[in-house]
């Protein structure tokens, strides 16, 4: 599980860079496997949204059923401990990509 001031940290970017962020996201596989994202952030990484799992061993072997279903992930290890800044939530969220609505882009990474 997180670190609070990691979740707060995205929380508080979400208020200031128009951003859906949900902690401790369920995904449901096909293959009935339940597997709970330390972070979910809508509208970047892949048209599902991008979850974020603070440990590799939380993905164990479905990290490719959940190709299959499109969702994009990242394991951060580590990072998860620690508070990321708001600069660098932003150039993590340029390198995942918008997929959202194009009219539901943050203003902040249009023209980027």
């Known amino acids: 599980m997180p670190a609070n001031a990691f979740i ?3 929380r508080n970017a979400a208020r200031d860079l128009e951003l859906n962020v ?9 293959s009935a496997k339940c597997l709970v994202a330390d972070l979910w ?13 603070g440990r590799a061993e939380q993905i164990e072997q ?20 620690t508070a990321p800044s708001r600069e660098e939530i932003m150039r993590r969220l340029r390198g995942w990509g918008w997929y959202g609505a194009p009219d539901a882009m943050p203003g902040w990474l249009i023209g980027v």
């Open 8 to 10: 707060q940290a995205w």
């Open 62 to 81: 479905r990290a490719d059923e959940l190709k299959r279903e499109h969702w994009a992930y990242a394991v951060l290890d580590a990072e998860i401990d």
């Open 22 to 30: 949900t902690p401790w996201r369920v995904v449901l596989l096909p």
């Open 41 to 53: 952030v809508g509208g970047f990484g892949s048209p599902r949204g991008m979850l974020l799992f």
